[in-house]
């Protein structure tokens, strides 16, 4: 399976500030997610990152908020705008190799927003 | 739509213990995939098993075992002999791909393992 790598690994922010998480896979992907996992809580898709168009977001996430770029097939970034302690999760990236097959994550971004 | 439910929030279990994780599903399509991870303290989730709904055989790998029935719309996962190292929060999802390749998670059932 591909080898995903996420940076920063965890980071605490200031509200109002806004952070962009990098996701890098080490081989060429058709699909590529990302997803939120609030504290004690299951993982929420936030969005499909599209290469070369826009993502497409899940009911409740809107671009505005969660800007998301896919440049290549191999790299995606999120930002998490205008911060606020409500923000703080886990952010993972996911990937599937082929459209519809098994999707492998990334380590995961630990956010605390303070 | 589709929905996952691990009914089982949290489990507690002795070393050695056999401990079956109960994974219910509901979706109004014939063709889907189920499947488990495991997420351990240090967050990343870590792929287990996938399985195809034309695919009713369980499996084995090692301590884990998957059964996987259409009729009750559930697929459990059974850990013999647990370890420590087996404690972690495991997820079951499912995909549809009519949805999207979207995948829809349980909540997830964290599983203690006490020496």
């Known amino acids: 399976s591909a080898v995903i790598s996420q940076k920063p690994s965890r980071d605490i922010c200031q509200r109002g500030t806004s952070l962009t998480i990098q996701c890098q896979v080490d081989s060429q992907v058709t699909m590529m997610f990302w997803y939120r996992q609030q504290p004690g809580q299951s993982l929420t898709l936030i969005a499909t990152?599209?290469?070369?168009?826009?993502?497409?977001?899940e009911s409740g996430f809107v671009i505005d908020k969660f800007p998301i770029s896919r440049p290549n097939l191999t790299f995606s970034t999120l930002t998490v705008s205008n911060m606020s302690p409500e923000d703080s999760s886990i952010y993972l990236c996911?990937?599937?190799?082929?459209?519809?097959?098994?999707?492998?994550f990334g380590p995961g971004t630990r956010l605390l927003v303070l | 739509a589709q929905k996952v439910t691990q009914a089982q929030t949290e489990i507690s279990v002795v070393e050695k213990e056999d401990v079956t994780l109960d994974c219910v599903y509901e979706?109004?399509?014939?063709?889907?995939?189920l499947f488990w991870y495991k997420q351990p303290p240090s967050g990343e989730l870590v792929f287990l098993i996938r399985?195809?709904?034309?695919?009713?055989q369980n499996e084995i790998s090692g301590r884990y075992s998957w059964n996987f029935q259409k009729s009750t719309s559930s697929f459990n996962f059974t850990i013999t002999a647990s370890q420590v190292v087996d404690s972690a929060v495991y997820f079951c999802a499912l995909m549809n791909n009519n949805a999207g390749n979207m995948l829809t998670f349980g909540g997830g059932t964290r599983l203690m393992v006490k020496p």
């Open positions: 996911s990937v599937e190799e082929t459209a519809g097959e098994t999707q492998y």
């Open positions: 979706t109004r399509d014939t063709t889907y995939y």
């Open positions: 990152a599209n290469q070369g168009s826009e993502a497409t977001y």
């Open positions: 399985r195809n709904s034309f695919d009713e």
